[in-house]
């Protein structure tokens, strides 16, 4: 806005300079005219061109100038959302959405939901947090607006400068908060003067300034006391004083306990006059995806450190990232991070669940010829409590007039033809060595985590596959489950961790917050540690029918 009015005056003086109108003639003018004047005719006489040349120029800078104000009148009428719309048609489970909120309500902290693709992580997360209770600073990973430092400082900044921005908007009283942004705005502008003029590139240190600016103006957030526009500057030393006296008068001879009770009582009644405060939330979806777009460990260490300071230290904004990768926790252990992180792990329904979503939402939608054609008990068996599968099988069911078997649906195939692939590529000789490459999958962190994971192709055998999928088969303790370090110290961690790299396994370091399988007196047994499952339950089932194929 200022470099636009900038250019607007020195178009406006450039114009005025230029256009010289002739002297009248009468005798007053010409004896009050200077001998510069006299001067500045002549030349515009004798170079009538580059006069004209200059005023057409001057006239399209107050064009262009004129073009600027307005794009940027239009652009702050933009309005920016820090909170999620309920997503349609959500299928509520109670359980997730009531361990997340008991998260989110609590003191701030740094949280870490894990779950594999398509479980529901970001679906839940969006019904939570489209409660007017938040106010949200989101980042989709998916569609990152950043992929180097200097594109991670603007985005940080901007999207920052717009939630204080927007406060003032959804809360009244909160005016105040419109300046805090002015900070964001003229550190950015600072940089974009810099680069402009051929100074220093962005750098981790510009990053863990702005990450200061941001901890500066939360902590004015929590300490901030809105005044009603109608409270003038005495009202409010009045109502303080009888706060003040009011306490005092309540807690004299009364106990710590009882001080406590006091202060939530004025407290309270003075909310009643106030709107309340947002709970601030820090959002990274698909959070895996950040060290493979900043390959800088420094700037990432310093973001993380900021993170912790937000949470651990000062608690001031909830940090959460949603992951589906089971490697990024490792990223996070090599940055010293994870200690400090509070994990969430979000399975698929239970049982129960999955049939009430079959019945409520799946089976209304089909024809009433084709019902008895499907059985809750044979889809679950193949597809689980993987309500995205399950409802697309049923649609996919739909379209072919009920004549699609299970094992032509497009999940099973899928899950078939990858297994099948993995034990071709990776198939062994006589000798027992590799004959094959092995079947290359991308792992959005493999370029960064090199001391984990090896980019390239799978690091197992057809016999190691096989293996691990009869010992799942076979697994007792927890159905379709094997203990990952155990199975790390007989096949070696290559062999493992490619697997889980190869979209085979997934590896859930704590236990999902709700029961997959069915238990006796729905207890499960203890959790023994880090587990390795199939990706998917149609997975589970491809690997059996594979099992048997080849006995």
């Known amino acids: 806005m200022s470099r636009s009015i900038a250019k607007r005056l020195k178009a406006e003086s450039l ?7 002739l002297p009248s003639v009468s005798p007053v003018s010409s004896h009050r005219r200077r001998f510069f004047g006299v001067g500045e005719i002549v030349g515009v006489l004798a170079n009538p061109g580059e006069t004209v040349r200059q005023i057409n120029e001057s006239r399209k800078m107050l064009a262009e100038a004129r073009q600027e104000l307005k ?25 997730e959405l009531k361990a997340i909120e008991r998260v989110l309500a609590g003191v701030p902290t740094f949280t ?116 009603l526009e109608s409270e003038t500057e005495e009202e409010k030393a009045a109502r303080e004083a009888k706060d003040k006296t009011q306490r005092a008068s309540l807690a004299e001879e009364r106990t710590v306990q009882a001080n406590a009770e006091t202060d939530a009582h004025v407290d309270g009644e003075r909310t009643k006059q106030f709107p ?46 949603a992951t589906s990768d089971s490697f990024y926790l490792h990223w996070l252990r090599q940055m010293n991070t994870l200690q400090h992180c509070q994990l969430l792990a ?39 409590g993987k309500l995205a599968h399950l409802g697309d099988y049923v649609a996919d069911f739909i379209n072919s007039e009920g004549k699609l078997p299970l094992k032509e649906s497009s999940h099973y195939l899928q899950a078939y033809t990858l297994l099948n692939l993995h034990l071709v590529h990776s198939a062994t000789d006589s000798n027992g060595e590799a004959a094959g490459k092995g079947f290359h999958i991308h792992s959005p962190i493999t370029n960064h ?21 009869k010992r799942l088969k076979e697994a007792t303790y927890v159905p379709w489950t094997l203990d990952y370090f155990k199975l790390c110290r007989e096949l070696g961690p290559g062999v493992v961790d490619g697997m889980v790299r190869g979209r085979i396994l997934e590896l859930r370091w704590t236990p999902s917050i709700t029961l997959e399988e069915t238990f006796k007196d729905d207890i499960r047994p203890p959790f023994r540690g880090p587990e390795l499952r199939p990706t998917t339950p149609v997975m589970r089932y491809a690997m059996s029918q594979i099992v048997d194929e080849l006995a």
């Open 346 to 384: 979000v399975g698929d329904p239970s049982p129960e669940e999955a049939k009430t979503f079959y019945e409520d939402r799946l089976l209304p939608t089909v024809p009433e010829s084709l019902r008895s054609k499907l059985q809750f008990d044979q889809l679950f068996e193949v597809f689980g």
């Open 276 to 321: 309340p405060k947002k709970i601030p939330v820090f959002f990274l979806d698909e959070a895996h995806k950040l060290p493979a777009l900043i390959q800088t460990d420094s700037a990432m260490k310093s973001l993380l450190d900021a993170m912790l300071v937000l949470t651990k230290q000062d608690r001031l904004i909830h940090c959460l990232h």
């Open 71 to 95: 794009d940027a009148r239009e652009r702050s009428q933009i309005p920016t959302k820090h909170t999620f719309s309920p997503l349609p048609g959500f299928f509520e489970r109670k359980r």
């Open 449 to 469: 985590d090199k001391a984990f994971i090896e980019e390239g192709p799978a690091a197992f055998s057809s016999t190691d596959l096989l293996s691990v999928m």
């Open 112 to 227: 870490v939901l894990f779950g594999a693709s398509s479980a529901g992580k970001t679906a839940l997360l969006r019904q939570v947090l489209s409660d007017s209770r938040f106010h949200v600073l989101h980042f989709d990973l998916r569609i990152a607006g950043f992929a180097d430092l200097a594109s991670l400082y603007f985005s940080l900044s901007e999207q920052m400068e717009q939630y204080f921005a927007t406060l003032k908007d959804q809360l009244e009283g909160y005016d105040a908060f419109e300046k805090e942004s002015w900070a964001f705005k003229h550190d950015r502008a600072a940089m974009e003067k810099r680069l402009e003029g051929g100074g220093e590139a962005v750098k981790t240190a510009d990053i863990a300034h702005l990450m200061e600016l941001f901890q500066s103006a939360m902590l004015k957030y929590w300490e901030f006391e809105p005044s």
């Open 15 to 21: 114009l005025s300079s230029q256009y010289v109108p």
